[in-house]
């Protein structure tokens, strides 16, 4: 946009405007002042000067009467009055000249004039006025002479003795005879006016003038201060407007509803976007009412929850997690805050109502809850689940003083399904599987503790017993096949089984000794049920305890390396077979047939069968022969890891001829990794 200069804008504007209105006024005042004072200087000249000649003249007529009066005195050669008067007029005009303030004439009766006639007709016809007016006065006018401007003062003279009388009809006697008191003629007294009015002119012009440009200076003063406060007026507007437009624009965009109501009448005053959207309504159907017109009534009412409570108390009322049924969302949980607002007096003038739809996050914090309590490929109770459970049902059994049982149950071989078929069709096959032991289940509490483990906690009632029979059931449901990508597929389970509180008083105990009587299962065979017996806890510690200190035994530099050789029939040794031993300070030396399981099971085997290969390759490298070195693997490392990396890795290190390494799969379960064994050979080969 483009900014207008200070001036342009002023000129706009209405102050503006108002100024030039103002001008225009001023103009028109200056003038008529101007042209007043013209005038009343003008009136006042006639007046004045009008009032000075008649009463010069008025002086020189009682001068000559007195004059007549004494005549005599002055002997009979004494000028008569008319002559001495008009020799007196004579020898003034001569002495001023023409450029006098004003010219003096004594002037006869058009005529019947003795020596001067009228100087004009104008003249002539104001003497002849004065005769035939009876008792004439003085008259005073300003009059256009030849072109000039003069005030003209005629003053009758008349006949006031028989001796004038007698004396001008001497003079004249074959014209018309004087009697007494009759007009003879008149003094007239001509003042050139142009010089006044040039002076009064420019006189009037500089009031008018000064007039105006003082009246113009004092509208501009108050037109600029009158156009400073409009524009800050417009400023303050424009800032406010701006204020305006960006609070609308808050509460329109907030993301949470805001209606107001006029606490007087109950008529909707504002609804934003938001509440629009949440309550499914428009604000046009509600802004100035009371209640909608439309069927949404119900759902408008609900913009203001505990209204009464909030106008009644004047304090902020929260309703907490509130349900609204909307006609097109559904239904949706709100957190509603209600607010009264009161005005300058005290009075509740308008009430607030804020709410937000808290609905998506109560979802999302029961799904955070959800996964944080179940298990997201079964959607079964994951561990922390069944242990609060499992704490829960303690306490009531403990209370109630009843009995129950922990089962835990393991898929057995699962490991060589996921390496078989894949870790997809594993999740299928723990999918089926749940769902299987769901069903089963009824009113028995399921979880998913990892992997394929699960737990079941019984009914209360008569235990064993009823243990036993649960654990069948669940033998004989998954003894079907399952179908799993068109292929069926026959798995079995394995169970251990403690009772409360027989077999343990705490969750932790009761959970420890199941899946003690789960290994149990496993180590008799495997797709059996064991209950759990107190040799059994003695075992895992024992085996937990290996566990604990194998996994320092290669840094305390505590395993060795035995070489049985390998003989052919004619008794030629062609190498030796390295066979791993484990010399423990405390337990002295332990069998591999005791810790090479443990190390399978906690996966300690991979760094084991690393240490092994390692060192046999060394030691064989020293070897003055090239004999053979046989080197025993576990299963699990086809299974996991980089084998074909490790050997070729360990060749390169130890510079062992390839052709001298053999690597041999112990005799444990050889068929359960003949798929993954061949395929990490073909790599080495």
């Known amino acids: 946009m483009i900014e207008l200069s200070p001036v342009w804008r002023f000129t706009r504007s209405g102050s503006g405007r108002g100024f030039l209105l103002h001008l225009s006024l ?32 008025q002086l020189v007529d009682a001068f000559v009467t007195n004059y007549s009066a004494i005549r005599a005195q002055f002997g009979s050669g004494a000028p008569v009055p008319a002559s001495f008067r008009a020799h007196a007029i004579e020898a003034f005009n ?30 002539a016809r104001t003497i002849e006025a004065f005769a035939a007016t009876p008792n004439p006065k003085p008259v005073s006018a300003l009059l256009d002479i030849n072109g000039e401007w003069v005030f ?14 007698s004396c001008h009809n001497a003079l004249q006697p074959e014209k018309a005879q004087w009697h007494l008191n009759d007009v003879i003629g008149a003094f007239a007294i001509d003042v050139p006016v142009s010089p006044f009015l040039r002076t009064v002119t420019w006189q009037s012009t500089g009031i008018a003038l000064g007039l105006f440009l003082a009246l113009a200076l004092a509208g501009l003063t108050i037109s600029l201060m009158h156009f400073r406060q409009l524009e800050a007026l417009d400023a303050s507007a424009a800032k406010l407007g701006r204020t305006q437009n960006f609070l609308d624009n808050i509460i329109e965009n907030m993301p949470v509803s805001v209606a107001v109501k006029d606490a007087r009448d109950r008529c909707y005053v504002l609804i934003n976007r938001t509440a629009e959207a949440i309550f499914g309504i428009a604000r046009g159907d509600l802004i100035g009412k009371r209640t909608p017109d439309r069927s949404d009534g119900e759902t408008a009412t609900e913009l203001f929850p505990l209204a009464g409570e909030a106008l009644r108390t004047g304090e902020l009322q929260t309703v907490d997690e509130h349900v609204v049924h909307t006609h097109h969302n559904g239904t949706r949980i709100l957190t509603t805050r209600n607010l009264s607002i009161p005005d300058e007096t005290g009075e509740q003038r308008y009430l607030l109502s804020l709410s937000e739809d808290i609905t998506e996050r109560k979802q999302a914090e029961a799904r955070i809850e959800h996964m944080a309590h179940y298990d997201a490929l079964t959607d079964l109770p994951n561990r922390t689940a069944f242990v609060e459970h499992l704490t829960r049902t303690i306490d009531a059994a403990k209370v109630n003083e009843e009995t129950f049982a922990v089962l835990s149950i393991d898929l057995d071989s699962f490991k060589e399904v996921n390496d078989m078929f894949g870790h997809a069709v594993g999740d299928d096959v723990l999918r089926q599987l749940s769902q299987q032991l769901r069903e089963l289940a009824g009113d028995a509490y399921l979880a998913r503790l990892g992997g394929d483990e699960f737990t079941l906690i019984t009914p209360n009632g008569d235990h064993p017993a009823l243990a036993e029979i649960f654990a069948r059931r669940l033998h004989g449901a998954v003894e079907t096949d399952l179908e799993i990508n068109s292929q069926n597929l026959r798995v079995a389970i394995s169970i251990g089984i403690a009772v409360f509180p027989v077999d343990g008083a705490d969750a932790t105990t009761l959970l420890n000794n199941a899946e003690a009587a789960l290994y149990r299962a496993k180590a008799d065979g495997r797709s059996r ?14 085996r937990r305890a290996i566990q604990h200190e194998l996994s320092s035994a290669i840094a305390r530099d505590e395993l060795r390396l035995h070489y049985q050789p390998l003989v052919k029939i004619d008794g030629e040794v062609i190498g030796f077979e390295a066979l791993v031993r484990w010399h423990n300070p405390r337990r002295g030396m332990v069998s591999p047939a005791t810790f090479i399981p443990v190390a399978e099971e906690s996966g300690l085997i991979m760094e084991v069968g690393e240490w092994v290969l390692r060192e046999a390759c060394r030691e064989a490298a020293s070897w003055s022969h090239p004999l053979q070195i046989a080197v025993n693997l576990s299963p699990i490392q086809f299974r996991h890891g980089d084998l074909p990396g490790l050997v070729h890795s360990v060749l390169l290190e130890t510079g062992l001829t390839p052709t001298r390494l053999e690597l041999e799969v112990t005799e444990v379960c050889w068929w359960r990794t003949s798929l993954a064994a061949s395929r990490s050979c073909a790599a080495l080969s």
């Open 94 to 123: 001569k002495q001023n000249g023409d450029n006098s303030e004003f010219r003096l004439s004594s002037v006869g009766r058009p005529g019947r004039e003795i020596v001067t006639p009228p100087t004009d007709a104008q003249m």
């Open 152 to 165: 003209r003062t005629v003053y009758p003279t008349l006949a006031r003795e028989q001796s004038c009388v």
């Open 26 to 57: 001023c103009a028109a005042l200056s003038v008529a002042v101007g042209y007043g004072f013209y005038h009343f200087s003008l009136n006042w000249f006639k007046e004045h000067k009008s009032s000075e000649k008649i009463i010069a003249l």
């Open 529 to 542: 049920t064991r209950f759990f017996e107190t040799e059994m806890d003695n075992r895992v510690r024992e």
